[in-house]
């Protein structure tokens, strides 16, 4: 168990809804990445927050945001669903720490999003 | 978009053989790492290698570091059938682009037969 626990599970749904993934990351990681991971893109990485700001942007679609609360949780939030959506959805945690220390990644079990 | 690739995409071996599998990279980096991950399962981290190291070995785990080829290698020998999986290589940026992201290889598929 990594500790990084994601919401739901599997979400099945039709072309043009919105779907929201939630992260919870590991006790006193400041760092939340939401990677796509999908059999023709590989693992792509999406985004980073930490501690509550934006710090890193990947490949994420225009119809796609994430939000780190307060409480450090994370939720990507994937509109105008398409066909090529359907993917798996990780979100990872770390401490982060700045400079030459950056260290591992901690990844929850994924989200599967099928969209019919 | 990848950082690099992975070499191979697929291996196939028997139970006690050693499996070698190897990555390649773009652009300058702080470290490397390698992940593991079950079907359709969360990856789990199995080394981390900085830039200014040549070599590390964690168990039966035996990581290489090139810098100049920007290359890697992930050696895991005396396999065993649970060692089947997917391996992917990692990479973490240098200087200002060091926010801890990591950018993923391909992934190599590992099949260890009994």
């Known amino acids: 168990d990594s500790g990084v626990t994601q919401t739901p599970k599997h979400l099945i749904t039709a072309t043009g809804q919105r779907v929201t993934l939630r992260c919870s990351p590991r006790?006193?990681?400041?760092?939340v990445y939401w990677y796509q991971q999908s059999l023709d893109q590989g693992l792509q990485f999406l985004i980073q927050?930490?501690?509550?700001?934006?710090?890193a942007k990947g490949n994420i679609l225009e119809r796609f945001s994430a939000q780190q609360f307060p409480d450090l949780h994370s939720e990507l939030n994937l509109s105008s669903l398409e066909l090529g959506d359907s993917a798996l959805y990780f979100c990872?945690?770390?401490?982060?720490?700045?400079?030459?220390?950056?260290?591992?990644?901690?990844f929850g079990e994924g989200s599967r999003l099928t969209v019919l | 978009s990848q950082q690099g690739e992975e070499d191979p995409q697929a291996l196939s071996i028997q139970e006690g053989e050693n499996a070698t599998m190897n990555c390649s990279y773009k652009?300058?980096?702080?470290?490397l790492q390698w992940y593991r991950q079950n079907s359709g399962r969360g990856l789990v981290h199995l080394i981390l290698?900085?830039?200014?190291?040549r070599e590390k070995h964690s168990g039966r785990l035996r990581v290489t570091l090139d810098t100049s080829k920007k290359s890697s290698s992930l050696l895991i020998t005396a396999s065993r059938a649970a060692d089947t999986a997917s391996y992917f290589c990692?990479?973490?940026?240098?200087?200002?682009?060091?926010?801890?992201?990591?950018?993923f290889g391909q992934g190599t598929t590992l099949q260890v037969k009994p």
């Open positions: 927050y930490y501690n509550g700001e934006e710090r």
């Open positions: 990872a945690s770390s401490v982060n720490l700045e400079g030459p220390n950056t260290g591992e990644l901690f």
């Open positions: 006790s006193g990681d400041l760092s």
């Open positions: 990692a990479t973490g940026g240098e200087g200002s682009s060091n926010t801890g992201k990591l950018i």
């Open positions: 652009t300058s980096i702080n470290n």
């Open positions: 290698i900085r830039s200014n190291e």
